[in-house]
């Protein structure tokens, strides 16, 4: 059985509640033909010969990561803060937006 098969409406919609996310009929439509899609793409890839492909061990260039730090002019703490609307503690001073 094909994997793309599992992502019938059913799973979607069991994939949103677990995920706190509500759903229109349309979304759920929509998610469950991209879905499929998706997972489809995947198994044709694994139909890919990849004998002779050396295993990818680093993508990054790690040598950006690795420079000097070099010290350079900023702007001091009452510069960085003047425009600020509201300040606080020396920061500045945001709305609360997660209570508890």
């Known amino acids: 059985m094909s994997n793309a098969r599992i992502f019938d ?9 677990l995920s706190a996310l ?6 759920a439509e929509r998610f469950t033909t991209e879905l ?6 995947v198994d044709e890839l694994t139909s ?13 260039i790690p040598a ?4 000097d730090d070099v010290v350079l002019p900023s702007l001091t703490n009452e ?6 609307p509201r300040q606080a ?3 500045f001073a945001v709305p609360v937006f997660v209570e508890g």
């Open 36 to 41: 499929a899609a998706i997972v489809a793409h």
């Open 48 to 60: 890919i010969d990849t004998t002779d492909v050396p295993p990818t061990y680093q993508v990054c």
């Open 89 to 91: 503690f020396g920061g």
């Open 22 to 27: 509500s759903l229109s009929n349309e979304e």
């Open 79 to 84: 510069e960085a803060l003047s425009g600020a």
């Open 9 to 17: 409406r059913s799973t979607v919609e069991h994939v949103a509640k």
């Open 64 to 67: 950006s990561s690795m420079r």
